[in-house]
């Protein structure tokens, strides 16, 4: 009982009066099909949620156009490439010279792609999973030239 005294009182110190204010971590956000426009704010390797943890690149993407509307804009999605087995590697080789990123080699230059996957915008494709779109995300589709080259003359309406 002492413990959860304790550590009742640390958590009161920690929040003191803002623990009320403190909104629940939204729902992952469902996307419809659309054509989206994208900028990479964050990517790192790390590991799957779950039992199987697997090994996983992953790009958090912030939406700054979307097909299915302005309500979209703003909004998150995260972009993961399974590094389990030559499958999965070849979607992410297949991904990176898409969006005009020399393919990792070797495992250390995995680091490479990271960086170069810092910032970057491009288009592609979200189309709900068809296993469970409820449980799982929407899947993210980038083809050919995808890759949003500042100062390069595009607009909206020739990305969709």
């Known amino acids: 009982m002492a413990e959860q005294d304790e550590v009742l009182a ?4 920690d929040f003191a009066e803002g623990y009320e204010g403190i909104d629940a971590r939204p729902f992952m956000v469902q996307f419809p099909r659309c054509k989206v426009s994208v900028e990479v704010t964050n990517a790192f390797l790390g590991r799957s949620s779950g039992a199987a943890a697997r090994k996983q690149l992953v790009a958090t993407c912030t939406i700054f ?3 299915a509307g302005a309500e979209f804009e703003g909004k998150t999605y995260s972009k993961s490439w ?10 992410l080789k297949r991904d990176m010279l898409a969006l ?3 393919p990792p080699k070797n495992p250390k230059d995995i680091l490479r792609v990271i960086n170069e996957l810092m910032g970057i915008k491009f288009a592609a494709q979200l189309v ?3 296993e469970d779109p409820e449980q799982f995300p929407s ?14 003359a595009s607009t909206r309406d020739e990305r969709f």
């Open 65 to 67: 156009e979307c097909s």
């Open 10 to 13: 640390e958590l009161e110190e």
């Open 82 to 91: 399974g590094m389990e087995n030559a499958q999965n590697l070849e979607w």
């Open 128 to 130: 709900p999973n068809k």
């Open 100 to 102: 005009d990123i020399v």
């Open 139 to 152: 899947n993210m589709w980038i083809n050919r030239g995808a890759r949003i080259i500042e100062g390069a």
